[in-house]
């Protein structure tokens, strides 16, 4: 009875079910890491600040670690002084806001609510045809801008409160820091394990993402003294009280893009109008809108983009995208994207036209492992005992 030839046979059920199984177990680990990354998104922030936070503050770690027996120890000291340098400015900055939000709010509940404010408006120079208009149909100026006001104040006290979020967001992101600061080899070991490169090329990528850490960090220390200075020297210029604490609330707050300086200049520049000094309040507003305009965008990203080595228009692309996609942490998100997509493109290229120099560093750092490996443990290699 003749065999049936193998590339004639059919194929069973099982040998079938069997040619399904890798298309299976990639669908089952593409929907997973999808599973992975919609649970990661929520603490995106927190992740994002806290390998910033590692990146800056390795430094200061490897201090430890060459002063400090113990490596858990010395994570834990380099945690606690960040923590520090973070939470210290912070307080201090929600202590003066909400101190002064709630002298506002106080004032304005204990001033008269249907005279003042009106007379002051239509006594001054501009504003007051357009007070007699809103008389005219009906609106009560005192009553309004009173309302708006302490609607106003009520907000800002719970925004410089914060809230129970945004302390899990600061909970995890310095724990992510101190697991990146005590794992660090190891995690960069997986990291190059899983990305698709050779060594060299992985490291040139891993590089460009930290080098935007740091330009960026850079980038917004300058110009957060230059805002910083530059308001109390304002406050100081135009007779407004505590220049020197102002500035210094000033700095801190210029590290966050969508809160910033103008939390502090807006009210006082109200102030001085109502105070009837319209050529102070106009000098404050030109600096906060000067300040906001060229320090925090064209000063900054030229900071940025000379240390990222990047052409300025991508880099401010890169940085007001991540701001309005992610929020605060698109400050560093946003560069980070852009460098590490750079990097991977400069990879591709090498590849492409045969200039290979990352290849070659890679097979050089290989042989000097495989070198250092061999001398490491002599006991591997086999002796030659004399005959």
């Known amino acids: 009875m003749p065999v049936p030839n193998a590339a004639t046979r059919e194929e069973s059920p099982a040998d079938i079910a069997r040619?399904?199984?890798?298309?299976?177990?990639?669908?089952?680990?593409?929907?997973?890491?999808?599973?992975?990354?919609?649970?990661?998104?929520?603490f995106l922030p927190a992740l994002a600040w806290g390998v910033a936070l590692a990146v800056i503050a390795w430094p200061l770690q490897s201090w430890m670690l060459r002063n400090v027996p113990?490596?858990?120890?010395?994570?834990?000291?380099?945690?606690?002084?960040?923590?520090?340098?973070i939470v210290g400015p912070g307080l201090?900055?929600?202590f003066q806001l909400s101190r002064e939000a709630a002298a506002t709010a106080e004032h304005i509940r204990g001033a008269p609510s249907e005279t003042g404010l009106r007379d002051k408006l239509a006594d001054a120079p501009g504003t007051g045809a357009a007070v007699e208009w809103l008389e005219r149909v009906g609106v009560n100026v005192d009553r309004e801008v009173h309302r708006a006001i302490q609607e106003?104040?009520?907000?800002?006290?719970?925004?410089?409160?914060?809230?129970?979020?945004?302390?899990?967001?600061?909970?995890?992101a310095m724990f992510i820091l101190f697991h990146i600061l005590l794992d660090r080899e190891w995690l960069r070991n997986r990291a190059r394990e899983l990305l698709p490169m050779s060594r060299a090329e992985s490291d040139h990528v891993m590089k460009s993402a930290a080098n935007s850490v740091h330009a960026n960090l850079h980038a917004t220390l300058i110009t957060s003294v230059i805002d910083g200075l530059g308001g109390g020297l304002m406050f100081w210029l135009?007779?407004?009280?505590?220049?020197?604490?102002?500035g210094v609330v000033m700095f801190v707050l210029s590290f966050l893009p969508l809160l910033g300086t103008w939390i502090v200049w807006l009210p006082a520049a109200a102030v001085l109008t109502l105070g009837g000094l319209w050529l102070n309040?106009?000098?404050?507003?030109?600096?906060?809108?000067?300040?906001?305009?060229?320090?925090?965008?064209?000063?900054?990203?030229?900071?940025?983009?000379?240390?990222?080595?990047?052409?300025?228009?991508?880099a401010l692309l890169a940085f007001l995208g991540g701001l309005a996609v992610f929020g605060v942490s698109?400050?560093?998100?946003?560069?980070g994207i852009l460098a590490v997509t750079v990097a991977l493109l400069d990879v591709w290229h090498q590849r492409a036209t045969g200039t290979t120099p990352l290849a070659e560093a890679s097979i050089a750092s290989t042989h000097a492992v495989a070198r250092a490996s061999e001398t490491a443990v002599p006991a591997l290699r086999p002796e030659v005992v004399p005959g």
């Open 19 to 42: 040619g399904y199984r890798p298309i299976a177990l990639a669908l089952l680990t593409l929907a997973l890491v999808s599973l992975c990354i919609v649970l990661l998104l929520p």
């Open 70 to 85: 113990r490596r858990n120890l010395a994570t834990v000291l380099t945690t606690a002084v960040v923590l520090v340098l």
């Open 92 to 94: 201090f900055v929600v």
């Open 152 to 172: 106003n104040t009520r907000d800002m006290t719970s925004l410089v409160q914060g809230s129970l979020l945004g302390i899990v967001q600061f909970a995890v």
């Open 238 to 246: 135009f007779g407004l009280p505590s220049p020197v604490t102002w």
């Open 281 to 314: 309040a106009l000098g404050l507003l030109a600096w906060g809108i000067a300040s906001s305009v060229v320090v925090d965008n064209i000063i900054y990203v030229r900071i940025a983009g000379d240390r990222m080595r990047l052409h300025q228009v991508p």
């Open 330 to 335: 698109g400050m560093i998100l946003g560069p």
